[in-house]
């Protein structure tokens, strides 16, 4: 008899807990943490930043291509899945951010820090 229960299991990219519903599963955040990053879009420091970005940022973190390496840095994935930078809540290794300018790396960043 074969079973139907889903077995897939991942952690959460914030916490680090173990995920067992499919919609964390999917979404990468456990539900609370997912609650805290959403709340932390509406009340972080975004007035740098372009309403375009705020939408790339997020959508960043709800594909949970940008995760945490160590304090302040984070690993991001580029928008279009080819390369991956480093960033900062201040400053990033993107093509954008070694030029100087804040870009959505940067604010996912400090959205996550900010949850």
């Known amino acids: 008899m074969a079973s139907t229960e ?3 299991t991942a952690n959460c990219l914030r916490c680090g807990r173990r995920l ?12 609370s943490c997912r609650a805290k990053v959403v709340a932390a879009s509406a ?6 930043f372009k309403p375009a970005q705020l939408d790339s940022a997020r959508e960043l973190i709800e594909d949970g291509a940008i995760v945490p390496l160590r304090g302040l840095v984070f690993t991001a994935v580029s928008s279009d899945g080819t390369e991956t930078y480093l960033s900062h809540p201040t400053n990033c290794n993107c093509p954008g951010g070694l030029k100087g300018r804040r870009c959505y790396h940067q604010l996912a960043a400090r959205l996550l820090l900010a949850a």
């Open 20 to 31: 067992t519903s499919a919609d964390s599963i999917a979404r990468r955040y456990g539900r």
């Open 6 to 8: 889903n077995t897939e």
């Open 43 to 48: 009340a972080a420091d975004i007035a740098d």
